[in-house]
T-cell receptor, first 117, second 114 residues
């Protein structure tokens, strides 16, 4: 199957700093990438949809100035958590559309655990 | 609008036994895809199996099979010969051809015991 990488896998930062998370599709081109947030024991919560070369579409309740998304190429999307606070601590996971297959399957990165102190 | 319902918050199964994880869905899209993902404690979402709404046969991938009953709007995952490594959260998801935004269920926690 298609491979999606995510970096870093773990990050601990001080409150007020910004954190950038990268999501890469390694062996396919992804015109669309998705960013999710997941709290313990809960399902995935879609934050935004990222399309290459255009502005991201944010879900209701997600602050676009807080969570900056850039999809500069067909293989890379980044999520920047600006001025992070302890309540931003969570598991962030990206996925990429493998829409050149018949299944239109989403393939996920391994996720990033963010801890803001 | 799309909706996925997983009614089993937790399931227990003995090693080597088969287990069925339930998933029902609702959509107004005439064409859609159904997916199952496994999420172990590491957090990674692992794609398991896909079923297209117009596929004539139920999907199978190794020990995983999808029991697709279109009239009942159900897409249950069957894991045969459970292994200890199958212990994880399992998420059912769907995506209509009219919307590329996927919808996930709340997940089922599966524990396989020796």
């Amino acid at each position: 199957g298609a491979v999606v990488s995510q970096h870093p896998s773990w990050v601990i930062c001080k409150s007020g700093t910004s954190v950038k998370i990268e999501c890469r599709s390694l062996d396919f081109q992804a015109t669309t990438m998705f960013w999710y947030r997941q709290f313990p024991k809960q399902s995935l919560m879609l934050m935004a949809t990222s399309n290459e070369g255009s502005k991201a579409t944010y879900e209701q309740g997600v602050e676009k100035d807080k969570f900056l998304i850039n999809h500069a190429s067909l293989t890379l999307s980044t999520l920047t958590v600006t001025s992070a606070h302890p309540e931003d601590s969570s598991f962030y996971i990206c996925s990429a559309d493998a829409r050149d297959t018949s299944q239109e399957t989403q393939y996920f990165g391994p996720g990033t655990r963010l801890l803001v102190l | 609008a799309q909706k996925i319902t997983q009614t089993q918050p937790g399931m227990f199964v003995q090693e080597k036994e088969a287990v069925t994880l339930d998933c029902t869905y609702d959509t107004s899209d005439p064409s859609y895809g159904l997916f199952w993902y496994k999420q172990p404690s590491s957090g990674e979402m692992i794609f398991l199996i896909y079923q297209g709404s117009y596929d004539q046969q139920n999907a199978t991938e190794g020990r995983y099979s999808l029991n697709f009953q279109k009239a009942r709007k159900s897409a249950n995952l069957v894991i045969s010969a459970s292994q200890l490594g199958d212990s994880a959260m399992y998420f059912c998801a769907m995506r209509g051809t009219g919307s590329y935004i996927p919808t996930f269920g709340r997940g089922t926690s599966l524990i396989v015991h020796p």
